[in-house]
C-alpha cells in the first residue's frame, strides 16, 4: 500500500534528481497560460517551485483548497505535452499528490488529471533535450509504476493507459512555437532504462480480485514484453510463474488467458530460455495449463479458441523438455497421450467420449503438435509405461500403410500424407523404447510391406509441402526415407530378437534390391536425398551383420576343439559344445553370406564415386563412412566376399581412397585393411597398386606414417631420424602431460597413444605385408620404415618406462632382481633405439654414396656427349677441308682406295662373277648408293611432256601426244649395265 513514509522517499529521490537536471536554471520556464497565450500555443513562465512548495506546506486554513488549485492551473497550462526540462519537477508534484491521497480524497483528482497528461507527447527545445533528460525521464517514468500501490481503481486504469499510450504515439494538439515532439520510440526507451516493467509485474500481486485493473495491467505488460529488455527485466520479477498460476481466474471476457499466453510466448522468446522453463516447471503452473488446455480441448469451438489451444499446448510442449517438470506428476503426460491417440485407438475415458477433431488447419497443427510432445515425453523414462497404457505404438502404427482409395478419410490427401510422414518420424523415437510392443504389433513386417510399396511403381502423386516431406514432391522418397530411418532405429538397438525377425522377412535381399533399384534411376534433383537413403541402406544392413564375423567363430570352434579334444572321456562334451554353439553361429554367419556379391556390388558402385563429390556438401561424405562401414560388418569375415571383393578390385579402390590424403576416412580404411590383410590373397593386390606417380602401397602407408608423426609434433631431424633414442615414439602431447600413478584397470598415456593415433594399424597392415620385401620405396622410406618395423618395441620399452616412473613417484622400492629385470628391460630399448638410429645412418650414408655415383655417371654421359659432339665437328671440318682444297681431296681419295684394297680378298673362288662397285670418274671421298642404269623409256610408250596431264586426255593421239595402246611389251632378258651390290 502507499504509505507517506514512501512517498517521502520517492520525494528525496525525486529532489536528488530535480537538483541535478535544473542545476542550469534555478526558475525553469513553463506555461501558465491565459486565454490569448491559449490560443497561440505558447508557455506562459511559471515557478513550479512555488507549487513544489506549496503542495509540502501543512496546517494551515484553506491550504488544501489553494493546493488543489494551483494543480489544475498546472494542469492547463501543459494540456499539449509535457517539456522534458520540466519532467522531474512536474512527477515530483504528482508524488506529493499521490502522498496526500490517503488523508485528503480530493487530491486524487488532481493524480489522474497529470497521470493523464503523461500520455501525451513529450517535447524537446533542443535536440540534445533527450540525452540531457534522459535520467530524469526514466526515474519519472518508473514512478507510474509505484503509484499502482494506490488503492483506487480508477488512478490504476488511468496509468495502465497513459503507459500503453506510449505505444501509441500521436502527434501533440497544438503547435508550441520553440518545442517539438520527442522521438516516437523515447518514452519506450525510458521505461526499459527506469526498470517499469518490474514494478507493472510486482502490482499483480495487488490485484488478485480486481479483474479489469488485471487485465489493465496484462495488457501493459503485453506491450512491455515486446522488448527484449523488458522480458528479462520481467523474467527476473518471477513474471512467468505468477502469470501461469492465474490462467484459470474466472474471466468472461476472456482477455486475461489470451494476454496472458502472448506474455508467456514473448518471455520464452525474447528472456532466456531456461530460467522462464524453470519458474514454469512447478505443479502449480502445470496443472494451471493442464486445466487450461483440457477445457479449450473439449469445449473450445471456435477458431479463436482453437488457436489459444495450440498456443498453450506449444507453451507445454517447451516446458516438457525439462526433465525436472513434474508432467507425470500433475497427470499432464496421461491426458496428453490420450489425447494424441483417441482417433486412432478407441477409448472409453470421458474426457474423450464423441469428441471428433474437423479437417480444420487448427485441428491438423494440434494433431502434429501432439505427435511432437510425445516424442519430448518420450525422453523421459517413466514416461514408457503410460506409452504402453495408451497403446502409442499401435496408433502410430495405424499410417505406416499405403494410402487407401475408398476408404473415407477426414483429412485431405495432403494432410494425411503429412500427418503419415510424421507418425513414421515419431516412431523412429519411441519404438526403440517399446521393443515389446513393437514386435506384438509386427511393426518389422509392417515397415518392410511400406517399403515394398514405396518402391513399387504404384501411381501416387505427393504433395512434398511439409518439413518431413522435403524432396518428396511426386515421388515416395520422403515415405522411403522416414521409413528406413525407424529400420535404422530398431536395428541399432542390437536387439537379437529384432534383427533376427528382420533376417528372416528378407530384410537384407529387401534393401539390396532397393539400393540397385536407385542406383538404376539416378535422380539429380533429389540428389541429397537420394544420398541420405542410400547411406541409412548401408547401416542397416551393416547393423544386420555386426559383429557376426565367419572367421572369428571358427577361431571359437577350433579352440573348443583343441581345449576338449586331448582330455579322455570329453569327446562326447565337445560335440556336445559344438552342437550347441552350431545353429547360432550358422545363423550369424549366414547373414554375411547372404550380403553376397550383390551387396559386395553395390559397396564397390559407391567406392567408384568422383572424389571429387565429397566436397560438394550433399552427403556424399556420409555415404563413403556408410559404405567403409558395410565393407567391415557385412564383407569382412566372410570368405566367399572377400574374394569377390578383391577379385573386383576393392583393395584398389580401398587404397585409392586412401592416397586422397582425407584425415576423416583414413583411420577407418586402415582399419579394415588390417582386417583384409588376414586373406592370404590380399598381400598381392596390395603390393601390385600403383598411385599417382607409380606410387606403392608401402611408400603411401609410410608417407601416412610421416605425416602423422608431424601432426603429433613426434621428434625428428631434417632426415627423419631418431633423435631421442630412449623415446623414440614420443609424441608432444606426452611430453606436456606428466606421469602420474593409475590404477591398475585405467590405461597409461602410452598405451592410449596406440588407439588416439594411425601408426599402430600401419604397424599391423605393413608387418603383413612383410617388411623385407615392399617395393617402390625411397631412402627416406626406408629409414622411416626403421622405426615402424621397431614398433612395437618401442612401445614395449615406453610402457616399462612409464612403469619404472609410477614406481618412482609412489616411492616403492622393488627388490633386487626386479629392480635388474626392469632396468634391463629399459636398457635393451634404448639399445634398440640406438641401433635403429645406426641403421638410418648408415642408410643415410649409403644413399648419399649412390647419389654420388649417380652424379658422377650423369657427369660422365654429359662428358661422352660433348666428346661425340667434338668428333661430329672435327668430321665436318675435315669434310669441308676435303672440297675445298683440291690436294686434301686427292690425299683423302687414295686413302679411301687403299682402305678399299685392304679390306679385298686376293683370292677369288673360281667360277665367282665379279662385280665392279666403283664408279670410274667420280671424284668424292663419300660412301655412293646403289646405282642403277636404266634406258630410257621409248616416247611413244611415255607420251611426250603433256601426258600426266588433264589436256592430253582430250587431244586424239598424235605422235608425241598422249600415251598410245600397245599389243605387248617386249622384256629385256638381260640389262645392258649391271646393278651393283
Known amino acids: 500500500m502507499w504509505t507517506e513514509e514512501a512517498g517521502a522517499t520517492a520525494e528525496a529521490q525525486e529532489s536528488g534528481i530535480r537538483n541535478k537536471s535544473s542545476s542550469f536554471s534555478q526558475i525553469p520556464v513553463v506555461g501558465v497560460v491565459t486565454e490569448d497565450d491559449e490560443a497561440q500555443g505558447?508557455?506562459?513562465?511559471?515557478?513550479?517551485?512555488?507549487?513544489?512548495?506549496l503542495l509540502e506546506e501543512t496546517d494551515k486554513d484553506g491550504l488544501?483548497?489553494?493546493?488543489?488549485?494551483?494543480?489544475?492551473?498546472?494542469?492547463?497550462?501543459?494540456?499539449?505535452?509535457?517539456?522534458?526540462?520540466?519532467l522531474a519537477q512536474i512527477f515530483k508534484i504528482l508524488n506529493l499528490c499521490a502522498g496526500k491521497i490517503k488523508n485528503q480524497p480530493h487530491f486524487i483528482e488532481s493524480a489522474y488529471d497529470i497521470i493523464k497528461l503523461c500520455g501525451l507527447p513529450f517535447l524537446k527545445k533542443k535536440v540534445s533535450d533527450e540525452i540531457t533528460y534522459a535520467e530524469d525521464t526514466a526515474n519519472s517514468i518508473a514512478l507510474l509504476g509505484d503509484l499502482m500501490k494506490i488503492p483506487s481503481s480508477e488512478l490504476r486504469i488511468q496509468i495502465c493507459k497513459c503507459i500503453v499510450d506510449f505505444y501509441h504515439a500521436e502527434p501533440p494538439k497544438k503547435h508550441i512555437p520553440g518545442y517539438q515532439q520527442a522521438s516516437s520510440s523515447y518514452k519506450i526507451q525510458m521505461a526499459e532504462v527506469g526498470g517499469l516493467a518490474k514494478t507493472m509485474v510486482q502490482s499483480m500481486t495487488l490485484l488478485e480480485n480486481q479483474l479489469v485493473e488485471k487485465l489493465w495491467v496484462l495488457k501493459v505488460l503485453q506491450h512491455l514484453s515486446t522488448s527484449e529488455v523488458n522480458c528479462t527485466i520481467m523474467m527476473k520479477a518471477q513474471a512467468a510463474?505468477?502469470?501461469?498460476?492465474?490462467?484459470?481466474?474466472?474471466?468472461?471476457?476472456?482477455?486475461?488467458?489470451?494476454?496472458?499466453?502472448?506474455?508467456?510466448w514473448n518471455l520464452l522468446e525474447k528472456s532466456s530460455k531456461e530460467e522462464v522453463i524453470q519458474q514454469l516447471s512447478n505443479l502449480e503452473c502445470l496443472?494451471?495449463?493442464?486445466?487450461?488446455?483440457?477445457?479449450?480441448?473439449?469445449?473450445?469451438?471456435?477458431?479463436?479458441?482453437?488457436?489459444?489451444?495450440?498456443?498453450?499446448?506449444?507453451?507445454?510442449?517447451?516446458?516438457?523438455?525439462?526433465p525436472e517438470a513434474p508432467m507425470i506428476e500433475c497427470g499432464f503426460t496421461k491426458d496428453l497421450i490420450l489425447f494424441a491417440t483417441f482417433n486412432e485407438v478407441k477409448s472409453q475415458n470421458l474426457l474423450v467420449k464423441g469428441l471428433k477433431l474437423s479437417n480444420s488447419y487448427e485441428d491438423f497443427e494440434l494433431k502434429k503438435l501432439l505427435f511432437n510432445v510425445i516424442v519430448i515425453l518420450c525422453k523421459d523414462l517413466p514416461t514408457v509405461q503410460l506409452l504402453i497404457d495408451g497403446k502409442v505404438i499401435l496408433a502410430l502404427f495405424t499410417y505406416v500403410k499405403?494410402?487407401?482409395?475408398?476408404?473415407?478419410?477426414?483429412w485431405s490427401a495432403a494432410q494425411y500424407e503429412e500427418l503419415q510422414l510424421h507418425a513414421i518420424a515419431t516412431l523412429s523415437s519411441v519404438a526403440p523404447l517399446l521393443i515389446e510392443e513393437y514386435m506384438s504389433c509386427q511393426g518389422n513386417a509392417r515397415v518392410l510391406a511400406f517399403l515394398e510399396w514405396c518402391e513399387s511403381e504404384d501411381p501416387f502423386f505427393s504433395h512434398g509441402n511439409s518439413f518431413h516431406g522435403t524432396g518428396g514432391r511426386g515421388n515416395k522418397f520422403a515415405q522411403m526415407r522416414y521409413s528406413l530411418r525407424l529400420l535404422r532405429a530398431m536395428v541399432y538397438l542390437e536387439d537379437e530378437t529384432v534383427n533376427k525377425d528382420l533376417c528372416e522377412k528378407g530384410t537384407i535381399q529387401q534393401m539390396i534390391g532397393i539400393f540397385k533399384n536407385i542406383i538404376s534411376k539416378p535422380n539429380e534433383k533429389e540428389e541429397a536425398i537420394v544420398l541420405e537413403i542410400q547411406s541409412d541402406i548401408l547401416l542397416i544392413l551393416s547393423g544386420l551383420c555386426e559383429n557376426h564375423i565367419q572367421r572369428k567363430l571358427q577361431a571359437l570352434i577350433q579352440l573348443l576343439i583343441v581345449f576338449y579334444h586331448p582330455v579322455p572321456g570329453l569327446l562326447w562334451k565337445n560335440n556336445?559344445?559344438?552342437?550347441?554353439?552350431?545353429?547360432?553361429?550358422?545363423?550369424?554367419?549366414?547373414?554375411?553370406?547372404?550380403?553376397?556379391?550383390?551387396?559386395?556390388?553395390?559397396?564397390?558402385?559407391?567406392?567408384?564415386?568422383?572424389?571429387?563429390?565429397?566436397?560438394?556438401?550433399?552427403?556424399?561424405?556420409?555415404?563413403?563412412?556408410?559404405?567403409?562401414?558395410?565393407i567391415w560388418c557385412?564383407?569382412?569375415?566372410?570368405?566367399?566376399?572377400?574374394?569377390?571383393?578383391?577379385?573386383?578390385?576393392?583393395?584398389?579402390?580401398?587404397?585409392?581412397?586412401?592416397?586422397?590424403?582425407?584425415?576423416?576416412?583414413?583411420?577407418?580404411?586402415?582399419?579394415?585393411?588390417?582386417?583384409?590383410?588376414?586373406?592370404?590373397?590380399?598381400?598381392?593386390?596390395?603390393?601390385?597398386?600403383?598411385?599417382?606417380?607409380?606410387q606403392t602401397a608401402a611408400s603411401l602407408l609410410i608417407k601416412l606414417w610421416r605425416k602423422e608423426e608431424k601432426e603429433l609434433g613426434v621428434k625428428r631431424d631434417k632426415n627423419r631420424k631418431i633423435i631421442d633414442t630412449k623415446k623414440p615414439l614420443f609424441t608432444s602431447f606426452q611430453e606436456e602431460q606428466k606421469i602420474i600413478p593409475l590404477p591398475p584397470n585405467c590405461p597409461s598415456i602410452a598405451v592410449m597413444d596406440v588407439s588416439e593415433n594411425i601408426r599402430a594399424k600401419i604397424y599391423a597392415i605393413l608387418g603383413k605385408l612383410d617388411f623385407e620385401n615392399l617395393p617402390g620405396l625411397s631412402a627416406e622410406d626406408f629409414v622411416t620404415l626403421c622405426i615402424i618395423h621397431r614398433y612395437l618395441d618401442f612401445k614395449i620399452g615406453e610402457i616399462w618406462n612409464?612403469?619404472?616412473?609410477?614406481?618412482k613417484l609412489e616411492k616403492l622400492r622393488p627388490v633386487t632382481t626386479d629392480k635388474k629385470a626392469l632396468e634391463a628391460i629399459i636398457t635393451a630399448s634404448e639399445n634398440i633405439g640406438k641401433m635403429v638410429a645406426s641403421l638410418q645412418s648408415e642408410i643415410i650414408e649409403s644413399q648419399a654414396r649412390q647419389d654420388v655415383q649417380n652424379e658422377q655417371k650423369v657427369y660422365a654421359k654429359i662428358q661422352a656427349t660433348h666428346k661425340q659432339r667434338e668428333l661430329a665437328n672435327k668430321s665436318w671440318e675435315n669434310f669441308l677441308a676435303r672440297t675445298s682444297n683440291a690436294k686434301t681431296l686427292k690425299k683423302a681419295k687414295r686413302l679411301q682406295e687403299k682402305a678399299i684394297e685392304a679390306s679385298r680378298h686376293h683370292k677369288r673362288p673360281q667360277n665367282a662373277i665379279f662385280h665392279q662397285t666403283d664408279i670410274k670418274g667420280l671424284n668424292t671421298t663419300v660412301p655412293s648408293g646403289g646405282v642403277v642404269t636404266v634406258e630410257s623409256t621409248p616416247a611413244r610408250l611415255v607420251g611426250g611432256p603433256l601426258a600426266d596431264t588433264d589436256i592430253a586426255l582430250k587431244k586424239l593421239p598424235i605422235r608425241g601426244g598422249a600415251l598410245q595402246r600397245v599389243k605387248a611389251v617386249k622384256i629385256v632378258d638381260t640389262p645392258k649395265k649391271s646393278i651393283p651390290t
Not at 471456435?302 to 510442449?317: A, E, F, G, M
Not at 550380403?595 to 556390388?601: A, C, P, Q
Open 287 to 322: 496443472l494451471a495449463l493442464k486445466e487450461v488446455f483440457k477445457n479449450l480441448f473439449m469445449r473450445g469451438f471456435s477458431h479463436y479458441d482453437r488457436q489459444l489451444r495450440n498456443d498453450i499446448l506449444v507453451i507445454t510442449t517447451i516446458i516438457a523438455q525439462n
Open 802 to 807: 612409464e612403469i619404472y616412473e609410477e614406481i
Open 241 to 264: 510463474s505468477g502469470i501461469c498460476t492465474h490462467l484459470n481466474d474466472p474471466d468472461p471476457s476472456g482477455q486475461l488467458l489470451f494476454r496472458s499466453s502472448e506474455i508467456l
Open 402 to 410: 499405403k494410402p487407401e482409395k475408398q476408404k473415407i478419410i477426414d
Open 634 to 694: 557385412c564383407i569382412l569375415g566372410c570368405y566367399p566376399s572377400e574374394d569377390y571383393f578383391l577379385e573386383k578390385e576393392g583393395i584398389f579402390l580401398l587404397l585409392d581412397l586412401l592416397a586422397l590424403n582425407q584425415k576423416k576416412f583414413c583411420n577407418l580404411i586402415l582399419g579394415i585393411m588390417v582386417e583384409f590383410c588376414d586373406n592370404p590373397k590380399t598381400a598381392a593386390h596390395v603390393n601390385a597398386w600403383q598411385g599417382k606417380k607409380d
Open 576 to 630: 556336445h559344445n559344438l552342437a550347441y554353439w552350431e545353429p547360432e553361429l550358422n545363423s550369424k554367419a549366414m547373414r554375411k553370406e547372404i550380403f553376397g556379391t550383390e551387396g559386395v556390388d553395390i559397396v564397390l558402385h559407391v567406392m567408384k564415386t568422383d572424389p571429387r563429390k565429397l566436397q560438394s556438401g550433399l552427403g556424399y561424405n556420409v555415404l563413403l563412412f556408410s559404405t567403409l562401414d558395410s
Open 42 to 53: 505558447v508557455f506562459k513562465p511559471m515557478d513550479l517551485n512555488r507549487v513544489i512548495k
Open 64 to 86: 488544501e483548497e489553494k493546493q488543489l488549485k494551483f494543480v489544475k492551473k498546472l494542469v492547463r497550462c501543459y494540456q499539449n505535452g509535457l517539456p522534458l526540462r520540466d
